[in-house]
């Protein structure tokens, strides 16, 4: 079992920035990729950006340039540096973790980030 719990949420003016952390506990050993993702009220949950162990990098093209994943394996740790937000990127942002060795998905109980026109 993995445990992933996010922090770093909260409101914030158009254009300004906010660090989303993501610490995960339990069988960190079987994790492989970790990632972003966000829930609008009313739409589906979308993809941001996933980090493999290696550090390879996977973004959704609207989030390029203003978003970094980055990932720090010696504190079980992924983080997600937003910059320049506009209030459409307003939702509850989710953390994922898949293990490897038996594929499964992981979800933290998410965290609010709410931009203000």
């Known amino acids: 079992q993995v445990q992933l719990v996010e922090s770093g949420g909260g409101l914030v003016q158009a254009g300004g920035s906010l660090r989303l952390s993501c610490a995960a506990s339990g069988s960190i050993f079987s994790i492989g990729t970790m990632g972003w993702y966000r829930q609008a009220p009313g739409k589906q949950r979308e993809f941001l950006a996933t980090?493999?162990?290696?550090?390879?990098?996977n973004y959704l093209d609207s989030v390029k340039g203003r978003f970094t994943i980055s990932r720090d394996n010696a504190k079980n740790t992924v983080y997600l540096q937003m910059d320049s937000l506009k209030p459409e990127d307003t939702a509850v942002y989710y953390c994922?973790?898949?293990?490897?060795?038996?594929?499964?998905?992981?979800w933290g109980q998410g965290t609010q980030v709410t931009v203000s026109s």
């Open positions: 994922n973790a898949v293990t490897v060795l038996v594929t499964k998905n992981y």
């Open positions: 980090v493999t162990r290696g550090g390879t990098t």
